[in-house]
């Protein structure tokens, strides 16, 4: 996929002015906030949860090595395959060879984050096969040839209405020519130009949110069915997932499930939880002959050593970029990558470079919601300053804005010039802004006064007030 | 409210860089707050600020320059308070890590992290204090800083006090927890996106159907202010401390001298 990451402040102005995306990102922020918080609040043992599931993740994340090859020995066991991808391109590789050796025409998707950062369906299409997308929300924006917006919800940056006109466009060709209005509707007729789909599917590829150990399975969760539908009925089912989504147990994995809807939808659990293990048995009335997991590491490893170790407990349920302000101002695609909000700001720097993704760690408040609706307590905001901590010492942010920070720092560590200096410039802004009390207009602080005026001082500072008052006391 | 021993703690002021160009009358509010209920309050000249700017630019060595200089000017009191979540978390919760390599100073960035502060909790959780003596007349909504709020738990303390302001009513907008767009050098970095949240912010207020808006922390006051100003709204905007203080027959923030 393309990264637009380094266009970030282009396109997240473009973002404030889309009318139609900010009445589709209104609508669908008050929606998981409300509902999130809702299904927390009636869960007692939600808050020891966070902190169990936490557990479990930096269990795991020391073992990693032993419970990837349990995982790989289990799923051998029943007769399914492992495929290791170091890269992107080993992974693109690995699916293609498989499709080949299915001699796929078409290839049925369950809704794959891994599979959008690995690019796999550009790598599928330029060999003509054709790759349906089958999470609704996936269908839409491949429709509209976009990348998702949300991790959860792909085409959250689409109205209703939008929906309509490119269903319209492209299932005309299909006879279904009339224009629907109403959402259920749209649903139906998306859930019969796929239902074709399914059943003519060589391989059907997933991603998996959790993998078991112990089992050797791969859970699946979704709200449409499609993804039960992608790896049951295709001949070749194939899992792509990264290596930090293994949990030690089935008995582990559950504890996730309860945290993941509440955190990602408010729901107690999503409509459908599948686990998948192995191709079918002989006996097993549906299932596909073929079962493949490919471990995607693509620079997972690497963090796994580093300072952002944390990161990898990540589940993908989408909450800090649902209750991230800034996310919630801009939405998903102004970010330029796969991964959106406050989770692609850290992941995307370690991704495609800290100066291509030099915004998205930067256009941040710090203001930490993100962290405290995070399932597995992820310390967001510092893992976004330690990046802007490597972006300073690599000399990437802008000259100016190093040049005032020395400034200010050399006046800031010397509390006799900066009184000094405070109290002339005080002085002088609160005269001036005296009659209004505030400035429309400041050299030096038009980034302020561009949307906002700014307060006048009050005439003096406060150190300089409080001595007339108090004198020399202290 | 009692000033239960005679002599009470000994207060080291921690005159925040906001307060100290642009609003002193929220130090002098702070001050009388913390006199009324039994304290010695001292304003140590030495101070200039808490460093975050270099903080949540990156720049820790700066950073470190500066804490060590506040660590030094408050080192001998028996607390230090300061009217902002956003600073006295940078000291209470940052400080610490920032010398997580150095045992010497993680050891006096503790002990001053156990001494810190911000002020309305300070009042009402060291100080128990439950009540002001205070009086404004008219609504007001309260916006929850996001420091104060999740790094240091101050939600309930403002609430209680203000509770007690004669004639005040408190009136609470929608989405009072959700950032403003200041975000310190965020908000000119960022200025549009800045723009957009501070609007959000803005109608939440209007809606809230208060007269004026009170709060922890002068950098997102000001960033809300100037917002209200540019869109011409009429709402006032005061620091929660004039309030309880009965400091705020001024003018608030972003007002010209005399109304």
């Known amino acids: ?474 | 409210m009692t000033s239960p021993v005679p002599a009470g703690p000994r207060i080291g002021l921690f005159a925040t860089c906001l307060m100290d160009s642009f609003r002193p009358s929220v130090g002098f509010a702070a001050v009388k707050l913390l006199e009324d209920a039994g304290c010695t309050v001292e304003v140590p000249a030495a101070q200039t600020c808490c460093g975050q700017p270099a903080l949540n630019s990156g720049d820790f060595a700066t950073t470190r320059r500066l804490a060590k200089q506040v660590i030094e000017t408050f080192a001998g009191f028996d607390y230090v308070v300061g009217p902002s979540g956003s600073c006295m978390a940078t000291i209470k919760n940052d400080y610490p890590q920032l010398f997580a390599d150095d045992p010497q100073w993680r050891e006096k960035a503790e002990d001053l992290s156990r001494r810190s502060f911000e002020l309305l909790s300070f009042l009402t959780d060291v100080l128990k204090v439950d009540r002001v003596k205070a009086r404004f007349e008219g609504t007001v909504t309260y916006h929850d800083s996001c420091s104060g709020l999740r790094e240091l738990g101050v939600k309930a303390q403002p609430r209680k006090l203000l509770a007690t302001v004669e004639g005040l009513k408190l009136s609470e907008m929608q989405d009072a927890e959700t950032c403003c767009g200041f975000g310190g050098t965020f908000c000119v970095k960022y200025p549009d996106i800045s723009e957009k949240m501070a609007s959000d912010k803005v109608a939440n207020i209007e809606a809230s159907g208060a007269g004026t808006l009170l709060g922890g922390d002068l950098g997102c006051l000001m960033n809300i202010a100037g917002r209200m100003k540019r869109l011409g709204k009429p709402v006032r905007v005061f620091h929660a401390a004039e309030v309880l203080a009965g400091m705020a027959d001024g003018p608030g923030l972003a007002e010209p001298e005399v109304r």
């Open chain 1, 1 to 474: 996929m393309q990264v637009l990451s380094p266009q970030f402040k282009p396109r997240a102005t473009l973002a404030l002015k889309d009318a139609s995306l900010q009445a589709a990102l209104g609508k669908a922020r008050g929606g998981f906030v409300d509902k999130r918080a809702a299904a927390a609040a009636e869960l007692p043992e939600f808050e020891q949860l966070r902190e169990e599931a936490k557990a479990i993740k930096e269990h795991t994340l020391d073992h990693l090595d032993f419970y990837l090859e349990r995982f790989e020995e289990r799923v051998k066991a029943q007769g399914g395959q492992v495929h290791w991808a170091r890269n992107a391109e080993d992974a693109q590789r690995i699916v293609l060879e498989i499709c080949r050796k299915a001699n796929a025409k078409t290839v049925t998707k369950g809704k794959s984050m891994v599979s959008e950062e690995v690019g796999i369906n550009e790598v599928l299409e330029q060999e003509g096969i054709e790759v349906i997308e089958t999470d609704l929300g996936e269908y839409i924006i491949q429709l509209a040839k976009e990348p998702p917006s949300h991790i959860i919800a792909p085409a959250v940056h689409k109205t209703k209405a939008q929906v309509s006109e490119l269903f319209h466009a492209h299932h005309s060709k299909l006879g279904l020519t009339k224009v629907l209005t109403e959402v259920a509707d749209l649903v139906n007729e998306a859930r019969q130009v796929l239902r074709g789909k399914f059943f003519r599917a060589d391989v059907g590829i997933t991603g998996g949110n959790f993998l078991v150990a112990e089992t050797g399975s791969s859970i699946i969760v979704t709200n449409e069915g499609n993804g039960d539908l992608t790896q049951t009925l295709a001949r070749v089912h194939i899992v792509t997932s990264g290596i930090e989504r293994v949990v030690p147990t089935l008995d582990d994995a559950t504890t996730f499930l309860r945290l993941l809807a509440r955190s990602a939808t408010g729901q107690e659990t999503e409509t459908y939880t599948t686990v998948s293990s192995g191709p079918r048995r002989p006996g097993d009335p549906d299932g596909p002959e073929e079962y493949h997991v490919v471990l995607v590491d693509n620079g997972r490893s690497k963090m796994l050593a580093g300072r952002f170790r944390e990161m990898l407990r990540c589940i993908r349920c989408g909450a800090c970029m649902n209750h991230c302000p800034v996310y919630g101002a801009i939405g998903g695609h102004a970010y330029g990558w796969v991964y959106p909000g406050p989770m692609g700001s850290v992941l995307t720097p370690l991704f495609v470079g800290l100066d291509a993704a030099y915004d998205l760690p930067n256009a941040c408040t710090l203001n930490g919601r993100c962290q405290s609706v995070c399932p597995v307590k992820i310390p967001l905001p510092d893992l976004l300053r330690e990046l802007r901590h490597m972006q300073h010492e690599a000399k990437l942010s802008p000259w100016y804005q190093r040049a005032a920070l020395a400034a200010w720092g050399f006046v800031a560590s010397r509390p006799r010039l900066y009184h000094a200096l405070t109290g002339l410039a005080v002085r002088a802004l609160g005269w001036l802004g005296r009659g209004r009390g505030r400035f429309g207009y400041l050299p030096l602080a038009s980034a302020w006064t561009k949307g906002r005026d700014l307060p006048a001082p009050q005439g003096k500072t406060f150190q300089e007030a409080w001595r007339e008052r108090r004198g020399k006391s202290s």
